[in-house]
């Protein structure tokens, strides 16, 4: 069996992306997603990691939000953490259905990442 694939990642800011990757062969094509963290570690340098490992997608909205974030799984939603994107914890919510909605009111307007179920994390917008 032979495998055609590709994929390419390119970023003009610090923050989470996500590389897709697709793969094709005569019995068709697949497409996986996966976020990535890229920040600065000092004036200069910079360090990308693995921010999440999970097969199912994860929806966020509003993005940009303003009152209530609602996340949307294809399974059950146990955890969220919100962390600004140097990883301080600003909340922490227990959940337990496919749908969180988390007031997200207090918070200054900014860029923030979400953390569900302690794997699978993604970013949104406050304004």
């Known amino acids: 069996m032979t495998f055609v694939s590709g994929g390419i990642v390119t970023g003009t800011a610090i923050g989470v992306d996500t590389i ?11 497409t996986a997603k ?3 963290y890229v920040g600065a570690v000092g004036a200069c340098a910079v360090h990308a990691g693995s921010v999440a490992n999970s097969p199912h997608d994860i929806e966020l909205y509003p993005d940009p939000v303003r ?6 799984a294809a399974e059950r939603i146990s955890s ?3 962390t600004d994107l140097a990883g301080h914890r600003l909340l922490n ?3 337990n259905t496919e749908k969180a909605i988390i007031d997200v009111s207090a918070l200054p307007d900014g860029v923030y990442l979400v953390r569900i179920n302690g794997s ?3 970013k949104f917008v406050k304004q």
Do not use: E, Q
Request: aromatic residues 4%; hydrophobic residues 40%; contains cysteine.
């Open 20 to 30: 897709r990757y697709t793969a094709s062969d005569s019995c068709g094509t697949l």
């Open 34 to 36: 996966h976020p990535i």
């Open 67 to 72: 009152t209530a974030l609602t996340i949307s």
């Open 80 to 82: 969220v953490v919100v």
């Open 93 to 95: 919510v227990s959940n």
């Open 120 to 122: 699978v994390t993604k």
